[in-house]
């Protein structure tokens, strides 16, 4: 079983830069592969990010340019980095993992969610 704990969301003003975290427990990040997904208000959960478990990475066009996920296996942690946020970006991010995860992540996550942090972007 893996657990998958956010963390890093708050409320920013636009223009401004936060760095999500996803904490595993349970089994080595280097075994995961690892996404984020974001749910804004009224909308459908949306593919954000992907890192492979070979470290390979997977953007939606949306977040190219703009997010930069990363990870450190050494502290079990997957990160989403965020700048110049508009408020188009508010919404609950959510990590995923599945073992031994790939590419197919960005299509509807793996087998372990975590609960979300919120990120709100003031204009």
């Known amino acids: 079983q893996v657990q998958l704990v956010e963390s890093g969301g708050g409320v920013v003003q636009a223009g401004g830069s936060l760095r999500l975290s996803c904490a595993a427990s349970g089994r080595s990040s280097s075994n995961l592969g690892v996404g984020w997904f974001r749910q804004a208000p009224g909308k459908e959960r949306e593919f954000v990010a992907v890192t492979t478990y070979a470290a390979a990475t997977v953007y939606s066009e949306s977040a190219k340019g703009r997010f930069t996920i990363s990870r450190d296996n050494a502290k079990n942690t997957v990160y989403l980095q965020i700048e110049n946020l508009k408020p188009e970006d508010t919404a609950v991010y959510y990590c995923?993992?599945?073992?031994?995860?790939?590419?197919?992540?960005?299509?509807?996550?793996?087998?372990?969610w975590g609960q979300g942090t919120q990120v709100t972007v003031s204009s």
């Open positions: 995923t993992a599945r073992l031994w995860g790939g590419r197919s992540l960005q299509l509807s996550g793996g087998d372990y």
